[in-house]
């Protein structure tokens, strides 16, 4: 991969507002009895230009390596294993999702400007050996075929609006496997009965009729090393020790009404907690909470396809801005990703590449006509 130019983040207008209560559709109301700055609450630090605390240092187990996905341990045997990046039902008649929380990136954004915003998620699994069941897998869009070129990740759908998707999915780097998943008995309509089975993907790789045929390694499209700029592994990255301003946040809710998406902080586990339709999800498979260590939120401008509401992010785009939230602690950020298979990455007021804590991430984009309605508290 080509290297990027430093990028100097331009002066943001992050200090704006933001609602400290969840904020619904309704914007006639009273602003100064629903925002305040975060200026208000929260004190000045000075910045500290050592790199975060020392932890302690772990070694890495014999026969694992660190992942380039999340920078923790993980067997040397799938090393060079593609990853699977799986669309996943979002409407409420999906739920419950099976195998969300065994995911190592997350993606969540509007699937389409009807039905009130809703979403569907981007999974992005590496060791997809284990998956036992995973889904209800749905429909992709052009914009999840962009996001997946760049973990060089194989797409797992069921169609899509072939008109606008076709163009994407022609790409040599567009990789996807589409409706060749179970169908599952499980008293739903159709559209929600289809999931990644134990066995679905080598049965997939080994039938691939395409010239050259799909490989489960990496391919020419891979880049280099790892995907976020991880923290030494042992060592915790404190935001609040690192740069003058950060801003305390336990709750995002986002603004996608139909589903209410929601993440707050658990304090105890120190992740942020997926809620959606006013409930904390939970993977039907353990009861295992869908939780991040990371949190992304990226301001992206997005043009409608169609008078259905399909549509595409304007995901390839440079200087926009963003925000890094872990530990209970957010950092306003940019973010640029400037070709299809290159990386979205993500830069701190000085233009230099934010370190992240070692861990599972979510990534939500947030349309540009509807940023000022999340709300940070």
């Not at 069941?133 to 899509?160: F, Y």
């Not at 559209?191 to 679905?200: A, L, S």
């Not at 120190?270 to 991040?292: I, M, N, T, V, W």
């Amino acid at each position: 991969m080509k290297k990027m130019n430093r990028i100097v983040a331009p002066a943001l207008c992050m200090i704006m507002a933001f609602s400290v209560m969840a904020c619904g559709k309704d914007n006639g109301a009273d602003e100064a009895s629903l925002s305040v700055s975060f200026e208000e609450v929260v004190e000045d630090k000075t910045a500290l230009a050592a790199a975060p605390e020392d932890g302690e240092n772990y070694e890495i187990p014999e026969g694992m390596y660190l992942s380039e996905i999340t920078g923790e341990p993980i067997s040397e045997e799938i090393k060079d294993q593609r990853p699977l990046a799986v669309m996943v039902d979002n409407e409420k008649i999906a739920l419950p999702h099976y195998g969300t929380a065994e995911a190592d990136v997350v993606y969540e954004m509007m699937n389409s400007t009807q039905n009130d915003r809703i979403t569907r998620l981007m999974c992005i699994v590496k060791d997809w050996g284990k998956i036992e069941q995973m889904g209800s897998i749905r429909s992709t869009r052009p914009t999840n075929i962009l996001l997946a070129a760049e973990w060089d990740a194989v797409l797992c759908h069921d169609g899509g609006p072939q008109v606008h998707i076709n163009a994407y999915l022609n790409n040599p780097w567009a990789q996807h496997f589409s409706g060749t998943f179970s169908r599952i008995n499980n008293g739903k309509p159709r559209e929600f009965t289809e999931y990644i089975y134990k066995g679905d993907m080598d049965k997939n790789f080994s039938s691939m009729k395409s010239d050259p045929a799909y490989s489960t390694t990496y391919t020419e499209y891979r880049n280099e090393g790892s995907h976020f700029n991880f923290a030494p592994y042992g060592k915790e990255v404190d935001l609040t020790k690192v740069y003058d301003k950060t801003y305390p946040v336990t709750e995002i809710a986002l603004p996608f009404w139909h589903n209410t998406s929601t993440l707050k902080y658990n304090d105890e586990t120190k992740e942020y907690e997926y809620y959606e339709y006013g409930s904390r999800h939970e993977d039907a498979e353990d009861g295992e909470p869908l939780s991040f260590k990371n949190v992304f939120i990226q301001k992206c401008d997005f043009n409608q396809l169609d008078a259905k509401g399909y549509l595409i992010y304007n995901c390839i785009d440079s200087g926009k801005p963003g925000w890094y939230i872990t530990n209970g602690v957010a950092k306003s950020v940019t973010w640029v990703k400037d070709e299809a298979t290159h990386l979205t990455k993500f830069y701190d007021d000085n233009g230099e590449e934010i370190q992240i804590n070692t861990g599972k991430t979510y990534i939500s984009l947030v349309p540009s006509d509807t940023w000022d309605s999340m709300s940070m508290k």
